[in-house]
């Protein structure tokens, strides 16, 4: 079956991170790209493994830069961990690796944070650029106790403006280092538990829905997992000879996300 053309999906889903911006800059024309879907009256939606924000913190960005997107458009790692602890484990008492806006959204969801790994019911893992010592070493006596352990993304690395900074990735390496245990759930893509979450909020079948992200092992593995059309951009992480080495080839290779219309 040959592939479907940019614009006969009912649905789009972009990351946000070297897809629409590289930090505080917008990729050029993304935002013509976007009005222009709108127009159109495709279902947009905005998905970001990076849990240090919360959704309404990114729905304020994208509309710093002129986008239109209700908060409820917008869909990263913590509210989508915060939504399946709420599901599966209510009330559980957490030991988190976290930063603050995590630390809130689980309060809010009802679940008590406690300081030690002696008392927790689960331990979750996120991105936490205050991570030290004592947290490992906490982290490590719950793990060993045979708590459930939980990480909101796998990336090892985020990128930033000079480069890149250890990501939750790297916390969970240490983790499964000290404690002889893997991570039993890892909610950010290309998780299936971020995938279900996303599809049944844009409620459309997988092949009528196009998810573009610069990742191969994030993005564009999830997408193809589930069957949707995957768009790989090179304006992030990724160039195209890397993409040519990837032994799973997204639909579509694109210089940059605006070229989904044609805008220039
Ligand atoms: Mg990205």
Known sequence: MSSPPLLDYAGYVFDLDGTLYLGPNLIPDVDLMLAELRRMGKKIRFLSNKPLQSRRDYAKKLRGFGVQVDDDEVMNSTTVAVRYLKEHYPGAKLFVCGEGPLIS????GGFP???NGEECDLLLLSF???FHYMKLYESMIAARRGVPIIATNPDNTCPVDNGVIP????NMA???ACSGRKVDIVIGKPSDIML???LEDIGEPADRVLLTGDRLETDMRMGRLAGMGTALVLTGVTNLEQAMSWPEKPTYILESAAEIVAVR
């Open 105 to 108: 959204e689980l309060v809010e």
């Open 113 to 115: 944070i406690v300081n």
């Open 128 to 130: 936490d650029r205050n």
């Open 167 to 170: 990501d939750c990735g790297a």
């Open 174 to 176: 240490a983790l499964e």
């Open 196 to 198: 279900k979450v996303i």
